[in-house]
Nanobody, 124 residues
């Protein structure tokens, strides 16, 4: 059972930046970031393949967010720039397994393990 712990959330003003981190208890494969705003469904934000060579972003965050990973530290990051009020949500880290596809996806079913989330609040 992979344990995922997110950190780095906070309350910021529009236009600011934040970097989220997700530390895993062991080596991970496909990794992703998702978010869920109050009253809305959880949605995929970004995902990255095991080696880091392939990434995928939601249209709403493309060119503003960057996903990266450091496998030596079992850590995945989400650099969020030019934050907007609509980015306000709980952000969750997710991990696939060696048995699931390593092709980046924003579908929840592509991931087996989930963290507890870190809150991001962006004010205008």
């Amino acid at each position: 059972q992979v344990q995922l712990v997110e950190s780095g959330g906070g309350s910021v003003q529009a236009g600011s930046s934040l970097r989220l981190s997700c530390v895993a208890s062991e080596y991970t494969y496909l990794m992703g970031w998702f978010r869920q705003a109050p009253g809305k469904e959880r949605e995929g934000v970004a995902s990255i393949s095991t080696g880091g060579g392939r990434t995928l972003y939601a249209d709403s965050v493309k060119d503003r967010f960057t996903i990266s990973r450091d496998n030596a530290k079992n850590t995945v990051y989400l650099q969020m720039n030019t934050l907007k009020p609509e980015d306000t949500a709980m952000y969750y880290c997710a991990a696939g397994t060696i048995y699931t596809s390593d092709v980046p996806t924003l579908e929840l079913r592509g991931f087996n393990y989930w963290g507890q989330g870190t809150q991001v609040t962006v004010s205008s």
